[in-house]
C-alpha cells in the first residue's frame, strides 16, 4: 500500500468476498458522501460486473460520516472482516480517502474499465489512518506545452490515487497564456497560440476550467491556479504592447531559455492588468490560493523585484485568496497567510530564504529540484527530461523528509510537499507518465505517512507491488532498476 498508513493491523482468518449480491450503504447527511460512494460503485461495477446499488443506511460496504472529528478532516478507519467493509470518518474526504486505500487493498484488476474475473476477496485487517501534512501536490506545467482538459483529468485520477489533494497548475509562461481572462482577450486569442517548439498551443474557456476545478473537487483535489510574474511573462508580454517597458510587443517564444522576460514594474497598467487577471482567475478558484511565481525574475532590476512582489500580493490579497509563490518571493514583505515554496538544490540562498519566510510566519511547501521536480531525468539513459539540478533517481526522490531538509527551519512551518513537472521536454502525456511514476507516489507517501514509517526497503517493496495497477490503468511507468518489478 502507498502511502503507507498510520496504523494497519491483519484480522486473522477473516477473509472478506465482494459478490454480485453486494450493496454499498452511505451513513451520512453529507452530500458529498453519496459521491464518494457513486464513484466506488461505478468503478467496481465495470470491473466486476455487479448492480453495487447505492443505498442510505447500512450496506455490504458501509462508508460511515459518524467518525470522530478526532480523526480529523482527511482522516478514517477501514475495517475489513469475514462479512462487510466499513469506512468511518468525520467528512466526506475522509471516506474518500479511505475508498482510495480500500481500491488498494482490492486485487488491482478491480481498478480496469471493463469486466473481469473474481474473486475480489480481500484479507481481513483493521486501519486508522490519517495524514502527516495538510497539502499533498503535484504541478503541471500546461504553458510549456499545453494538456487537454481530458489529459489534466487523468492527471487528477492517477494524483488522487495516492492521495495527493493539490492540483497546481503553472497556466502562465513565456511560451503560452492558458486561461480565459474576459477583460484581456488578446491573452487567449493571441497569447496562447504558441508552446515550445513551435506547435499550436491552446488554453481553457471558463467552461473547460470549471470542468477541471469540479472533476478535482469531486476526488478532493483543489486546484492552485499560477499566474506566474513579474518574469516568465512573455506570452502576456507578446499579447498586450502597454505591458512592455518599451511599449513594444515581443514576438512569441518556442525555445527554452528563462529569465529575459519581465512585466513593466513601473507602469500603473501592470498592477490594473494583474487587477483583472487576479480577479477573473480567483472568480474560477474555489480553494482559497493563488501562485503568483515570482521565480527566476533575472531581467528584473531586483529594486523592481522588490516593488513589484508586495504590490502583486496585494491583489491577490484583494481578492479574497491567500498567495503562494516561489522561494525568491521571501525576499519582499509578504502579507500575513502566505505560502512559500521551496524549489532550491540544498543551497544556502534558497533555504536563507524559506527560513525568512517562516520566521516571518509564512507557511512553507517543500519541493526541493534535486528531489521532488519529476522533470529531472532519473539517469543518463532517461531519454527526455532535464538534469540541471541533477539525476533524480527513484530512491533519491523518495529518502528525504520534508520536516529536517533546510537545516533550522521550524517544522512548524512546513505545510506539505509538491512534486512539479516542468512540460519543456513532454508533449504527450506518455512522457509525463514515464516520470512520474514510479517517483510521485513516492513523494505522496512523504505527504501522507509518519517520518516512522519512512522507510527505503519497504517502500522499494511495496512499489513494485503498484506495476500491476498502473498495467491495469496503462500508466507508461519507468521500470527503475532500483525496484524489482515482479
Ligand atoms: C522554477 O523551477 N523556476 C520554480
Redesign the pocket.
Known amino acids: 500500500m502507498i502511502p503507507q498508513p498510520v496504523t494497519q493491523n491483519p484480522l486473522p482468518d477473516q477473509t472478506f468476498t465482494l459478490q454480485s449480491s453486494a450493496t454499498v450503504g452511505v451513513l451520512s447527511t453529507e452530500e458529498a458522501a453519496t459521491w464518494v460512494a457513486d464513484q466506488l460503485a461505478a468503478q467496481l461495477r465495470l470491473s466486476t460486473g455487479f448492480p453495487l446499488p447505492v443505498q442510505s443506511g447500512e450496506g455490504t460496504i458501509t462508508l460511515s460520516t459518524d467518525g470522530p472529528s478526532s480523526l480529523g478532516a482527511e482522516g478514517y478507519e477501514l475495517r475489513v472482516d469475514g462479512t462487510a467493509v466499513t469506512v468511518t470518518a468525520a467528512t466526506a474526504e475522509g471516506l474518500f480517502r479511505g475508498v482510495t486505500t480500500l481500491r488498494q487493498l482490492l486485487p488491482a484488476k478491480a481498478d480496469a474499465g471493463t469486466e473481469q474475473s473474481g474473486p475480489w476477496e480481500i484479507a481481513g485487517t483493521t486501519i486508522a489512518d490519517a495524514p502527516r501534512y495538510p497539502y499533498r501536490g503535484v504541478m503541471l506545467d500546461v504553458s510549456r506545452h499545453f494538456r487537454s482538459v481530458a489529459e489534466v483529468k487523468r492527471c487528477i485520477d492517477l494524483a488522487s490515487l495516492y492521495k495527493l489533494n493539490r492540483l497546481h497548475l503553472h497556466l502562465s509562461d513565456d511560451q503560452g497564456w492558458r486561461i480565459q481572462v474576459d477583460s484581456w482577450p488578446e491573452l487567449t486569442k493571441h497569447g496562447a497560440s504558441s508552446e515550445v517548439g513551435g506547435g499550436p498551443g491552446g488554453h481553457y474557456t471558463k467552461a473547460d476550467f470549471a470542468e477541471i476545478v469540479l472533476y478535482a473537487a469531486e476526488r478532493f483535489v483543489t486546484v492552485v491556479p499560477e499566474i506566474d510574474t513579474p518574469g516568465h511573462t512573455n506570452a502576456a508580454l507578446t499579447s498586450y504592447p502597454e505591458l512592455n517597458a518599451d511599449g513594444e510587443a515581443t514576438e512569441y517564444f518556442t525555445g527554452t531559455e ?1 529569465g529575459f522576460s519581465s512585466l513593466a514594474v513601473h507602469k500603473d497598467v501592470t498592477y490594473d492588468f494583474l487587477d483583472d487577471v487576479f480577479r477573473e482567475v480567483a472568480e474560477q478558484t474555489p480553494g482559497d490560493v493563488i501562485h503568483l511565481g515570482g ?2 525574475a533575472h531581467s528584473t532590476p531586483h529594486s523592481d523585484y522588490l516593488t513589484f512582489v508586495p504590490k502583486a500580493a496585494e491583489l491577490v490579497v484583494k481578492h479574497g485568496k491567500r498567495v503562494m509563490g ?1 522561494h525568491e518571493i521571501a525576499d519582499a514583505p509578504l502579507p500575513a497567510g502566505s505560502i512559500l515554496q521551496y ?1 532550491g538544490t540544498d543551497d544556502d540562498r534558497s533555504r536563507e530564504l524559506t527560513r525568512k519566510a517562516a520566521a516571518g510566519g509564512a507557511e512553507v511547501v517543500m519541493s526541493p ?1 534535486n528531489r521532488a521536480y519529476l522533470d529531472m531525468k532519473y539517469d543518463q539513459d532517461t531519454p527526455y527530461g532535464l538534469d540541471w539540478a541533477g539525476l533524480v533517481s527513484v530512491e533519491k526522490a523518495y529518502r528525504w523528509d520534508p520536516a529536517t531538509l533546510i537545516p533550522d527551519l521550524p517544522e512548524s512551518a512546513v505545510i506539505g510537499v509538491e512534486a ?1 513537472l ?1 512540460s519543456e521536454t513532454f508533449d504527450d502525456m506518455s512522457k509525463i507518465e514515464y516520470m512520474a511514476f514510479p517517483r510521485l507516489p513516492g513523494i505522496a507517501e512523504l505527504g501522507w505517512s509518519p517520518a516512522s514509517a519512512l522507510d527505503w526497503e519497504s517502500y522499494r517493496a511495496r512499489l513494485a507491488g503498484q506495476a500491476a495497477r498502473w498495467d491495469v490503468l496503462n500508466v507508461n511507468y519507468y521500470r527503475a532498476p532500483e525496484v524489482d518489478w515482479s
Do not use: R
Request: hydrophobic share 60%; no cysteine.
Open positions: 528563462v521565480d527566476e516561489w524549489w529540484a512539479p516542468w
